[in-house]
């Protein structure tokens, strides 16, 4: 999965690189899967919701641009993998997960994975998690149809937001929002994607 799906298609930082090996890919998908937990594409985890392609979640990570002692929160936490490779990263990681049955998912699979830096919360992603913010980085695993005003407000000074923004449910952009001074903020455009919709307050309704 590392050589092929992502040393060959331009992911560079040989950290993320570490980290996607480590972390078991197939603890994080459903039992009758696991023969497919490397394949390069998302995967079903119930209630409507997927693991996501090995290459998105390293090239986010990338992007994050992340160092031992930095803070994290995580958007859509899934089945936990995201959060488990951004443990390897990270010194503490916050998870936000919107369905309660996916939090105690997430909560099982990162134990097993023996990740004790990560903290799932049940909550509306889009609002971020005021209690523990601000933030060096945040990573949202679903499409807003514009950046969420909380999560630009929960980054730290040099803070970098990556999500998937635009006004269509199946076609976006991939931004990477870096907060510059107290109200300054650049945004640059990776290119085109399609993400799930990002459900809650600041994002799509359900």
């Known amino acids: 999965m590392v050589e092929t799906q992502l040393r060959r298609r331009?992911?560079?930082?040989e950290r993320v690189l570490a980290a996607m090996e480590k972390v078991p890919r197939h603890l994080f998908v459903p039992e009758d899967l696991q023969h497919r937990?490397?394949?390069?594409?998302?995967?079903p985890i119930g209630h409507g919701q997927t693991i996501s392609q090995p290459y998105v979640v390293a090239l986010t990570c990338e992007l994050l641009e992340l160092?031992?002692?930095?803070?994290?929160?995580?958007?859509?936490?899934?089945?936990?993998?995201?959060?488990?490779?951004?443990a390897?990263?990270?010194?503490?990681?916050?998870?936000?997960?919107r369905l309660p049955e996916l939090v105690q998912l997430a909560r099982d699979n990162l134990a097993a994975a023996g990740c004790n830096n990560v903290e799932v919360q049940c909550a509306d992603g889009t609002l971020g998690y005021p209690d523990e913010a601000p933030f060096d980085a945040i990573a949202v695993a679903a499409a807003a149809p514009d950046v969420p005003v909380s999560l630009k407000a929960q980054l730290k000074d040099g803070g970098r937001l990556v999500l998937p923004v635009g006004p269509s449910r199946h076609l976006q952009d991939l931004v990477r929002v870096r907060r510059t001074?107290?109200?300054?903020f650049r945004t640059d455009n990776l290119g085109g994607v399609a993400y799930v919709p990002l459900v809650g307050a600041e994002g799509w309704a359900d």
Do not use: F, Q
């Not at 331009?10 to 930082?13: A, Y």
């Not at 390897?88 to 997960?97: D, K, Q, R």
């Not at 001074?181 to 300054?184: A, L, P, R, W």
């Open 10 to 13: 331009g992911i560079r930082d």
């Open 37 to 43: 937990a490397y394949w390069d594409g998302p995967l």
């Open 67 to 86: 160092s031992s002692t930095d803070s994290v929160l995580d958007i859509g936490t899934g089945s936990g993998y995201a959060a488990a490779i951004l």
């Open 88 to 97: 390897e990263l990270a010194a503490h990681i916050v998870s936000i997960e």
């Open 181 to 184: 001074s107290e109200g300054d």
